[in-house]
């Protein structure tokens, strides 16, 4: 009783004592520095909601950027007469600008006024948008068209004549005076190549410098999250920059300068070409305005006191994280810890010495090829193949195969969170997603339409000659007193199923009409093989596909979605892999890695190898007023689809082998020393894995030290 009593006195002592504390507590020094923190609090929670809007506004322009050059990137090569080579040395100019200043501008802008050096960036990036579009406006008008300025300088143009010659040489003569002049100078597409180049350095600071500013006022475990978030609403930029690259190719390219009404080809054709300046010029205005707000956001500021307390039980679970990751290696005794490396080449040693992330990123690093073929010259394949033009494939692009994978990526996250995959389901589930894509792509090699039939490329003048050696059968005995310029490509559909490469190959000797309704008639090559129904006229432009090629490109399109949609179901648990697989200091330099090294060898070299390669298959090239060689007018279908999805089957299959081994070498690592996590605790490492980068970088990896700056 004496013992409850004393109890019961001393409680009662002590709950005297808390009452005036916590009325002094209220009252006192303190409570005023609980009002100040919280206002402080709410106050930086603005200012970073606005830093969020406005570095998502960046990064949606970013992405429209870089989807819209990819999608007027033929339009650039006809307008300039460059080889698709060239083409991708502008396309992949970006990565030249980006991977030159990204390490530079990560250290040194981390010690700076972060949101202005984002919003420098995004007016570098405008400036380079804007340069791009700039050749547009000092360029000659484009000219496709022979037949048009002849039937403007002679009403009565006649395509096949004796007297042809004397009027084919006064028009040449025109032209070389004219035309050759204005191209004689400096190229102009490097001036696109160096607005390329300004976009990559204006758009270093966006990623880097930005997580590093949200990591700064974020909550506690938050970062994640905001990260994410950026990069799923940057796709929306992806998908609007098809959909802009497909308006503005329907276009006319000089338009506001030319009557569209004498215009007599269509967007499907070969020479057409659209407003690919347009674009930039919209582009550039927008990430204007989305760079201003960040003049009028403060600095780095430090976190209220309330919001940088960690609770002791936070740290001692991260302590058990720590200790649940070092299962993931065969021999922990030899990790040392981060104090212990000496520096960044050491560290980059020891993620060299880890076969299991060499393999991983050699996978990694082929599909990322393939990704960027695909994005390049897949609307160029289709048009080839399958007579689309660029602004419909474009968006097929927008409204389709992008929103797709979109879904997919969302869903591939969700399956592997909700499955809670270890390391070896992870690995597993992606092997099984590549694999389904594999098939569904190698499917595609079935959907391929009959060669277009030009008389004297691709089949003989007369349907029932052998074609020989085509490519050196310019002329026939049909046209061969018509004197035609074999350097000519204005295309004629015959009424015998031909396609001509002009009006007079077809030997046609007159003709009716303007613009696109021109008509053509008594043409002598087109008489030969329909001498039946007595027809021999000839229409502008190619002839079209048959209804069994159109509906063989509906299948191919679902068949590519279906197959892009396997492939990015694969990607977030391939890259919480890339995270699994690592030492946990050496997380951030193994993503900075894995990214140089698919973006300089994947994004620079891949569109100019590949275009070398396309390049070998054309059968026409085109040729400017001085004679020189332009941009292919055709290519040969069969060679074109064999190095096409040669090349992207066998990139594919070179990187399922190397995720065959590396979900052996992973298998065989944890069987062998029991070190398979349980879902529980894979979850709880990917959780840790998340939260490294941007917690406990002591490397390449986000830091901050004792004045709250960060370092790249």
């Not at 959907?447 to 349907?463: D, F, Q």
């Not at 994947?602 to 020189?628: R, V």
Request: glycine content about 8%; some cysteine.
């Amino acid at each position: 009783m004496n013992f409850e009593a004393t109890k019961a006195a001393t409680a009662s002592e002590a709950l005297k004592t808390e009452i005036p504390l916590q009325r002094r507590t209220r009252k006192g020094p303190y409570s005023h520095q609980v009002c100040r923190d919280l206002k402080s609090s709410i106050a930086y929670s603005h200012k970073g909601l606005l830093f969020m809007i406005a570095l998502i506004c960046c990064l949606f322009c970013k992405a429209l950027m870089a989807t819209f050059l990819k999608s007027s990137i033929t339009h650039i090569e006809r307008r300039f007469g460059i080889t698709t080579s060239k083409a991708g040395l502008i396309d992949g100019s970006f990565e030249i600008g980006n991977l030159l200043l990204i390490t530079l501008v990560s250290h040194f802008g981390a010690k700076l006024h972060i949101p202005r050096v984002i919003g420098i960036g995004c007016f570098i990036m405008a400036a380079g948008s804007i340069l791009s579009s700039l050749p547009h406006f000092f360029m000659e008008y484009y000219t496709y068209d022979p037949t048009a300025i002849m039937k403007s300088l002679d009403n009565s143009t006649v395509p096949c004549s004796t007297d042809q010659h004397s009027a084919r040489n006064k028009t040449s003569s025109i032209l070389l005076e004219s035309g050759c002049k204005n191209e004689s100078g400096s190229p102009m597409w490097i001036y696109i190549m160096m607005g390329n180049i300004l976009r990559g350095i204006g758009e270093s600071p966006f990623l880097p410098l930005g997580i590093t500013y949200i990591d700064n006022y974020a909550k506690k475990g938050h970062s994640p999250f905001y990260v994410g978030l950026l990069q799923s609403l940057s796709l929306t930029g992806s998908i609007s920059g098809f959909l802009l690259g497909s308006l503005c190719a329907r276009i006319y390219v000089d338009i506001g300068y030319v009557d569209l009404s004498i215009i007599s080809i269509k967007p499907t054709d070969s020479r057409w070409i659209g407003a690919w300046w347009l674009g930039f010029i919209i582009a550039g205005i927008l990430i204007i305005l989305s760079g201003v707000p960040f003049f009028f956001i403060p600095p780095f500021q430090k976190k209220t006191k309330m919001e940088s307390k960690v609770p002791a039980s936070l740290s001692a679970s991260n302590t058990n994280d720590r200790s649940s990751q070092k299962l993931n290696f065969k021999n922990p005794e030899q990790i040392k810890d981060p104090q212990e490396l000496s520096g960044y080449f050491h560290s980059l040693k020891c993620l060299l010495s880890n076969w299991n992330y060499i393999i991983f990123l050699t996978y990694c690093l082929f599909s990322y090829i393939c990704i960027i073929v695909n994005l390049t010259y897949l609307p160029k394949y289709l048009e080839q193949e399958y007579g689309q033009s660029i602004s419909k494939s474009n968006l097929i692009f927008g409204i389709i195969i992008f929103p797709f994978t979109g879904i997919s990526l969302f869903l591939g996250g969700y399956i592997s969170r909700k499955l809670k995959l270890n390391i070896i389901g992870t690995a597993k589930f992606l092997l099984i997603c590549h694999c389904c894509g594999f098939v569904a792509q190698t499917l595609m090699l079935t959907l391929n339409c009959e060669s277009r039939p030009v008389a004297g490329l691709t089949v003989a003048y007369k349907r029932n000659d052998p074609q020989g050696d085509l490519q050196n059968i310019s002329f026939s005995e049909c046209n061969s007193d018509c004197n035609c310029d074999v350097n000519l490509w204005d295309p004629v559909c015959g009424d015998d199923g031909l396609t001509y490469i002009s009006p007079c190959s077809a030997g046609c000797k007159s003709s009716a009409g303007y613009g696109k309704e021109m008509v053509f008639h008594n043409c002598s090559c087109v008489e030969v093989n329909n001498f039946q129904s007595q027809n021999s006229s000839a229409h502008l432009g190619e002839c079209s596909r048959t209804n069994d090629c159109s509906r063989k490109f509906i299948y191919f399109v679902v068949i590519q979605s279906l197959a892009q949609f396997f492939y990015a179901l694969g990607y977030s648990p391939g890259t919480m892999l890339t995270f699994m697989i690592v030492e946990p200091q050496l997380k951030s330099l193994a993503i900075g890695f894995c990214s140089l090294t698919l973006r300089s060898i994947g994004g620079l070299l891949t569109p100019i190898y590949f275009g070398a390669i396309i390049d070998l298959t054309c059968l026409k090239w085109a040729t400017n007023s001085c004679e020189d060689q332009g941009s292919c007018r055709i290519y040969n279908p069969i060679s074109f689809r064999k190095k096409f999805f040669g090349f992207l089957i066998g990139m594919r299959a070179v990187a399922y082998a190397f995720l065959i081994f590396f979900f052996i070498a992973v298998k065989k690592k944890y069987k062998e020393n029991n070190t398979g996590l349980s879902k529980s605790e894979g979850k709880d490492v990917v959780e840790l894995n998340l939260r490294e980068p941007l917690n406990n970088n002591e490397h390449l990896g986000i830091s901050a030290n004792v004045n709250n700056e960060t370092h790249i």
